[in-house]
């Protein structure tokens, strides 16, 4: 997933009308947004594939017994490890225009938001209190002593005969204070004041970045609750409360905010001091840390560097954390401490109150931030108190510390973790300061597009519980770089997308389903977003009518993961917001068994190897595809497609990128069916794009071909487009094949690589490849100048064998005077497979036909080449020798930063014009012994192949295979 350069864009120039023409207009389908739609979800959040009512439900689906429990249990399982990660910091030294590390960003704030909405706590009851003099005091407020406030304190502005006029909500505070708070809802807020006269009886309050208030009530000498505040919405998660002064005199001792609107406090209330970690007085090894997303403000306290345990330290040795309170006094106080240890050997630490001896407190060990009762003391006296802590095991974290007069109150509530974690990672792809690497690709690009998506979904999905001041922060964001998207996607405004006619390229899909889901989000708001779905729409038109029909890709499986996730997210938007259905599209609908017939044998998945790799594939899962699969399984009723996403899912290799998804549009009532079951062929033939994919069966342990013989994006992209729309993934490695059997792979394919012909299972021609060979990415100028067609002749498939022919002739510059290049492939199921190549050059060159198998060392017996596996044994066995000479040993096969790599190969290679060759390839299991081959010349270009119980009769001149 790397940026490509356009490879025809350089040499061929059209104009817009020439590009517009280049696809049938009898063909094409335009799609367009419809306004009505669109305004009926005006000022509706969320409303971006799901709603209140999709949620509600949701939450009952996840429970245990549910239909969704178990992809819930998948899910959460994702979004607890990603708790303990962290945002990435800048690097604009990766190595990767489009910033592969920023791009998680998106992805985690759309899962963490997912998993906050289907948590969240509805029912808390919950009161805070707060001493006035514990904020953050700025002049002219003060704090005094008073032996009637609590904690013996309280803060006020000394007599200066002023009343200030309303504050602007940029204006400072005079008092500060942190406010933590574990629900959404709407709270009561008192304030226990001394407002002696008309001249000293108000203040302003505000909240996070919100507009000062007035806040007064009655003239009284003494101390009073005042209620000064109802039903205030405030969101879960961490605020700001703010006071600036109105009149001086007033004097403030405490605030209270309460779920509870029948609840009136009295007396000094309840005394609580929160405090945290990182404020305290800290000595070495005592440090601060920020790699906690759950951690009240992002940050903790720990020990890491030291002995990992610290003998009990003497009476009033130096604490290496020290916090600071004052006591009303009198009564008994609880200390409890918010903490984390990740195991029983990290689950301690000293402690005491005023100095002398010190004690040690033993919290719960776990993965989660928990409140640990530290200590209780009896009758407190009244005054200034010390709190002293010392490590006893490296690696506990601390991150608050509450002191409260209620002794009998249970362990405090804390914010969802899941918000929490999701506003650390909002915060951070806020505060890159591009996305992109600042230099290429700025903001326009990958890494934007998935940073618009995820800000997008996680403003939508959370406008109801995030505070106006995230909420500014991210709509502002959007409007700026979702302006730049839009701009080069037009190439307007000074920008330009290289990407932008590449409309079969993951990049401009991508882009535009990150652009769709910025405008998506705020277009209520912004009414310049409109625009960019118009843009995101007019580009999707373009895709819908440039796919084939045969639902595959020239990217290889991997990029269709990625670039296909983007489109199945884009549909799904566009189909409810938007009035646009596209799932109409005849590719879409065949596109799962892209995903299925690439899939390795069931019993042989792993995390690591599930599937075929070509052009620049992994043989790993990158994004998905269990969301696409369910999308796909719901739109089409299509049980093999709910049959895979499930097993992907229990296998535990199915990727957790976008995996809410998944929970949205997974429908019960489709059930699973299995290939077999589903009567599914066991040979597949995707015709435009020339691949096929044969195996043995579907027993989850049989054998698999990939073959590929077909033009660089496809036949109909020949036909219809005149210049490159994004084939710069392809491999030049036309008639190129690959072999997994008996839990293993056998001949493998190069991944993610430089663009050489030499790195594949096919023919040479004087050490050379075919068109579009030798570059980091592909050159298809020539494919379209020549308009070269190697395709894929047949692909027949019985019980007993396959017979697969590709023509790869075409796909070699005139240079390589080749006039014929047709490889037949004779799978004798469920262990043989006969490779046959009939060459003609029009002048004499060096042919070489290589095979890349997956062991890298080799023994030999014969004419036979063994490669042992840990679970297979592969045979390669040369059977047409005349003329031929044959060897295995090291090549080098280039990886995609260009470096050589050794790779052992099997090599045949032959000088002349004409070469019929027959390569046997056996296996077996890894004690077992290949079947021998055995080849006879029966004349007139018929071949004879018997291989155990089994014959077959080859004719080239008619190119047909008969079972004898």
Same mark, same amino acid.
């Given at each position: 997933?790397?940026?490509?350069?356009?490879?025809?864009?350089a040499?061929?120039?059209f104009t817009?009308?020439?590009?517009?023409?280049?696809?049938?207009?009898?063909?094409?389908?335009?799609?367009?947004?419809?306004?009505?739609?669109?305004? %009926?979800?005006? &000022?509706?959040?969320?409303?971006?594939?799901?709603n209140?009512?999709?949620?509600?439900?949701?939450?009952?689906?996840?429970?245990?017994?549910? *239909?969704?429990?178990?992809?819930?249990?998948?899910?959460?399982?994702?979004?607890?490890?990603?708790?303990?990660?962290?945002?990435?910091?800048?690097?604009?030294?990766?190595?990767?225009?489009?910033e592969?590390?920023?791009?998680?960003?998106?992805?985690?704030?759309s899962?963490?938001?997912?998993?906050?909405?289907?948590?969240?706590?509805r029912t808390?009851?919950?009161t805070?209190w707060?001493?006035?003099?514990?904020?953050e005091?700025?002049?002219?407020?003060?704090?005094?002593?008073?032996?009637?406030?609590?904690?013996?304190?309280?803060?006020?502005?000394?007599? &200066?005969?002023? *009343?200030?006029?309303?504050?602007?909500?940029?204006?400072?505070?005079h008092?500060?204070?942190s406010?933590?708070?574990?629900?959404?809802?709407? #709270?009561?807020?008192?304030?226990?004041v001394?407002?002696?006269?008309?001249?000293?009886?108000?203040?302003?309050?505000?909240?996070?970045?919100?507009?000062?208030?007035?806040?007064g009530?009655?003239?009284?000498?003494?101390?009073? $609750?005042?209620?000064?505040?109802?039903?205030?919405?405030?969101?879960?998660?961490?605020?700001?409360?703010?006071?600036?002064? /109105?009149?001086? +005199?007033?004097?403030?001792?405490?605030?209270?905010?309460?779920?509870?609107?029948?609840?009136?406090?009295?007396?000094?209330?309840?005394e609580?001091? $929160?405090?945290?970690?990182?404020?305290?007085?800290?000595?070495?090894?005592?440090?601060?840390?920020?790699?906690?997303?759950?951690?009240?403000?992002?940050?903790?306290?720990?020990v890491? %560097?030291?002995?990992?345990?610290a003998?009990t330290?003497?009476?009033n040795?130096?604490?290496?954390?020290?916090?600071?309170?004052?006591?009303?006094?009198?009564?008994?106080?609880?200390?409890?401490? +918010?903490?984390?240890?990740?195991?029983?050997?990290?689950?301690?630490?000293?402690?005491?109150?005023?100095?002398g001896?010190?004690?040690?407190?033993?919290?719960?060990?776990?993965?989660?931030?928990?409140?640990?009762?530290?200590?209780?003391?009896?009758?407190?006296?009244?005054? %200034?108190?010390?709190?002293?802590?010392?490590? /006893?095991?490296?690696?506990?974290?601390?991150?608050?510390?509450?002191?409260?007069?209620?002794?009998?109150a249970?362990?405090?509530?804390?914010p969802?973790?899941?918000?929490?974690?999701?506003?650390s990672?909002?915060?951070?792809?806020?505060?890159?300061? *591009?996305?992109?690497?600042?230099?290429?690709?700025?903001?326009?690009?990958?890494?934007?597009?998935?940073?618009?998506?995820?800000?997008?979904?996680?403003?939508?999905?959370l406008?109801?519980?995030?505070?106006?001041?995230?909420?500014?922060?991210?709509?502002?964001?959007?409007?700026?770089?979702? @302006?730049?998207?839009?701009?080069?996607?037009?190439a307007?405004?000074?920008?330009?997308?290289?990407? /932008?006619?590449?409309y079969?390229?993951?990049?401009?899909?991508?882009?535009?389903?990150?652009?769709?889901?910025?405008?998506?989000?705020?277009?209520?708001?912004h009414?310049?977003?409109i625009g960019?779905?118009?843009?995101?729409?007019?580009?999707?038109?373009?895709?819908? &009518? &440039?796919?084939?029909?045969?639902?595959?890709?020239?990217?290889?499986?991997g990029?269709w993961?990625?670039?296909?996730?983007?489109?199945?997210?884009?549909?799904?938007?566009a189909?409810?917001?938007?009035?646009?259905?596209?799932?109409?599209?005849?590719?879409?609908?065949?596109?799962?068994?892209?995903?299925?017939?690439?899939?390795?044998?069931?019993?042989s $998945?792993?995390?690591?190897?599930?599937?075929?790799?070509?052009?620049?594939?992994?043989?790993?899962?990158?994004?998905?595809?269990?969301?696409?699969?369910?999308?796909?399984?719901?739109?089409?009723?299509?049980?093999?497609?709910?049959?895979?996403?499930?097993?992907?899912?229990?296998?535990?290799?199915?990727?957790?990128d976008?995996?809410?998804?998944?929970?949205?549009? #997974?429908?019960?009532?489709?059930?699973?069916v299995?290939?077999?079951?589903?009567?599914?062929?066991?040979?597949?033939?995707?015709?435009?794009?020339?691949?096929?994919?044969?195996?043995?069966?579907?027993s989850?342990?049989?054998?698999?071909?990939g073959?590929?013989?077909?033009?660089?994006?496809?036949?109909?992209?020949?036909?219809?487009?005149?210049?490159?729309?994004?084939?710069?993934?392809?491999h030049?490695?036309?008639?190129?094949?690959?072999?997994?059997?008996?839990?293993?792979?056998l001949?493998?394919?190069?991944?993610?690589?430089?663009?050489?012909?030499?790195?594949?299972?096919?023919?040479?021609?004087?050490?050379?490849?075919?068109?579009?060979?030798?570059?980091?990415?592909?050159?298809? $100028?020539?494919?379209?100048?020549?308009?070269? +067609?190697?395709?894929?002749?047949?692909?027949?498939?019985?019980?007993?064998?396959?017979?697969?022919?590709?023509?790869?002739?075409?796909?070699?510059t005139?240079?390589?005077?080749?006039?014929?290049?047709?490889?037949?492939?004779?799978?004798?199921?469920?262990?043989?497979?006969?490779?046959?190549?009939?060459?003609?050059?029009?002048?004499?060159?060096?042919?070489?036909?290589?095979?890349?198998?997956?062991?890298?060392?080799?023994s030999?017996?014969?004419?036979?080449?063994?490669?042992?596996?840990?679970?297979?044994?592969?045979?390669?066995?040369?059977?047409?020798?005349?003329?031929?000479?044959?060897?295995a040993?090291?090549?080098?096969?280039?990886?995609?930063?260009?470096?050589?790599?050794?790779?052992?190969?099997? /090599?045949?290679?032959?000088?002349?014009?004409?070469?019929?060759?027959?390569t046997?390839?056996?296996?077996?299991? @890894?004690?077992?012994?290949p079947?021998t081959?055995?080849?006879t010349?029966?004349?007139?270009?018929?071949?004879?192949?018997?291989?155990?119980?089994?014959?077959?009769?080859?004719?080239?001149?008619?190119e047909?295979?008969?079972?004898?």
């Open positions: 997933m790397m940026n490509v350069v356009r490879s025809v864009s040499l061929l120039v817009t009308v020439a590009l517009a023409a280049a696809y049938p207009a009898a063909e094409a389908e335009a799609y367009t947004v419809n306004q009505t739609t669109l305004t %009926s979800y005006n &000022n509706v959040h969320p409303r971006m594939y799901i209140d009512a999709k949620v509600n439900n949701l939450r009952t689906t996840i429970q245990a017994g549910g *239909t969704h429990a178990s992809l819930w249990g998948s899910f959460q399982d994702n979004m607890n490890q990603l708790l303990t990660k962290t945002p990435p910091p800048v690097n604009y030294s990766d190595g990767s225009d489009s592969e590390w920023q791009r998680p960003n998106g992805t985690n704030m899962n963490l938001a997912m998993a906050y909405l289907l948590t969240q706590n808390l009851s919950v805070r707060l001493e006035a003099e514990d904020g005091l700025a002049s002219p407020m003060q704090a005094y002593s008073e032996a009637g406030a609590a904690g013996g304190k309280y803060v006020m502005v000394p007599s &200066n005969g002023t *009343t200030l006029s309303a504050p602007s909500p940029l204006d400072p505070p008092a500060n204070y406010l933590t708070l574990p629900g959404n809802t709407n #709270y009561h807020i008192w304030a226990r001394q407002l002696p006269d008309t001249g000293a009886h108000s203040f302003y309050m505000a909240f996070d970045s919100g507009n000062y208030e007035y806040m009530g009655p003239e009284a000498a003494g101390w009073q $609750w005042v209620k000064i505040k109802s039903n205030v919405k405030l969101v879960e998660g961490e605020h700001q409360l703010k006071i600036r002064y /109105r009149q001086s +005199r007033v004097k403030i001792d405490k605030l209270m905010f309460t779920t509870d609107a029948a609840y009136s406090p009295s007396g000094l209330g309840t609580q001091h $929160w405090l945290q970690a990182e404020d305290g007085v800290l000595a070495s090894p005592m440090q601060i840390y920020t790699d906690d997303v759950v951690a009240t403000k992002g940050k903790y306290i720990s890491k %560097s030291a002995s990992n345990w003998p330290p003497v009476d040795a130096a604490p290496d954390a020290r916090y600071q309170f004052n006591a009303t006094g009198g009564v008994n106080y609880s200390v409890w401490a +918010r903490v984390k240890a990740p195991s029983d050997d990290a689950d301690s630490f000293y402690y005491n109150m005023d100095g001896s010190y004690a040690t407190s033993y919290p719960a060990y776990g993965t989660e931030w928990i409140w640990h009762k530290v200590m209780t003391v009896n009758n407190l006296v009244s005054g %200034s108190h010390t709190i002293n802590l010392k490590y /006893r095991n490296t690696n506990l974290k601390l991150d608050s510390i509450l002191i409260t007069s209620d002794t009998s249970g362990a405090p509530s804390d969802n973790k899941y918000l929490m974690a999701g506003l990672w909002a915060t951070a792809s806020l505060n890159y300061p *591009t996305w992109g690497n600042g230099t290429t690709n700025t903001n326009n690009d990958l890494a934007a597009a998935h940073q618009l998506l995820g800000l997008g979904l996680f403003y939508d999905w406008f109801h519980h995030l505070t106006d001041t995230t909420k500014n922060s991210i709509r502002d964001r959007l409007i700026e770089r979702g @302006a730049i998207m839009n701009d080069s996607a037009l307007i405004n000074g920008q330009d997308g290289w990407w /932008r006619e590449d079969m390229g993951n990049h401009l899909w991508v882009n535009m389903t990150g652009l769709a889901g910025a405008a998506a989000a705020i277009y209520d708001e009414s310049p977003a960019w779905l118009n843009t995101a729409t007019s580009k999707y038109t373009s895709v819908m &009518n &440039n796919l084939s029909d045969d639902g595959a890709s020239h990217e290889g499986v990029y993961q990625y670039g296909m996730g983007y489109v199945t997210m884009y549909m799904e938007l189909k409810k917001l938007l009035g646009a259905n596209l799932y109409g599209e005849t590719w879409m609908t065949k596109t799962s068994d892209y995903a299925l017939y690439n899939m390795l044998p069931r019993n $998945w792993t995390i690591a190897n599930s599937h075929f790799q070509f052009a620049d594939s992994p043989r790993s899962n990158w994004y998905g595809p269990g969301f696409i699969l369910r999308t796909l399984a719901n739109q089409y009723n299509d049980g093999t497609a709910q049959w895979l996403a499930q097993e992907l899912l229990d296998s535990g290799i199915d990727d957790g976008f995996q809410w998804l998944s929970l949205v549009n #997974y429908n019960a009532g489709v059930s699973p299995s290939p077999a079951n589903a009567g599914k062929s066991t040979l597949k033939h995707f015709g435009d794009m020339g691949l096929v994919y044969a195996r043995s069966g579907w989850g342990d049989e054998a698999v071909i073959f590929k013989s077909g033009p660089y994006m496809g036949h109909e992209n020949l036909d219809n487009v005149e210049y490159d729309m994004g084939g710069a993934h392809v030049p490695d036309v008639n190129h094949f690959s072999l997994f059997g008996n839990g293993e792979w001949i493998n394919d190069d991944g993610y690589a430089y663009k050489y012909t030499s790195n594949h299972n096919t023919l040479l021609i004087d050490g050379l490849g075919q068109m579009g060979d030798g570059g980091a990415w592909f050159s298809g $100028w020539e494919y379209r100048v020549k308009n070269a +067609r190697p395709a894929i002749r047949k692909a027949y498939t019985s019980a007993d064998f396959d017979h697969i022919i590709g023509e790869g002739a075409p796909a070699y005139a240079g390589r005077n080749v006039s014929k290049y047709t490889r037949h492939l004779i799978f004798m199921k469920p262990d043989v497979l006969i490779v046959v190549d009939d060459i003609a050059l029009s002048a004499s060159h060096q042919m070489e036909l290589r095979f890349f198998p997956e062991k890298q060392s080799y030999q017996s014969g004419n036979s080449y063994l490669m042992q596996g840990s679970s297979a044994k592969l045979a390669v066995t040369p059977l047409t020798m005349s003329g031929v000479t044959a060897s040993g090291s090549v080098s096969r280039f990886d995609n930063t260009n470096t050589a790599k050794p790779s052992l190969a099997v /090599r045949l290679q032959k000088t002349g014009t004409m070469w019929r060759n027959a046997a390839l056996t296996w077996s299991a @890894a004690g077992g012994t079947k081959v055995n080849y010349d029966l004349g007139g270009g018929v071949w004879r192949f018997t291989a155990g119980t089994k014959t077959i009769e080859l004719n080239l001149s008619t047909s295979a008969v079972l004898k």
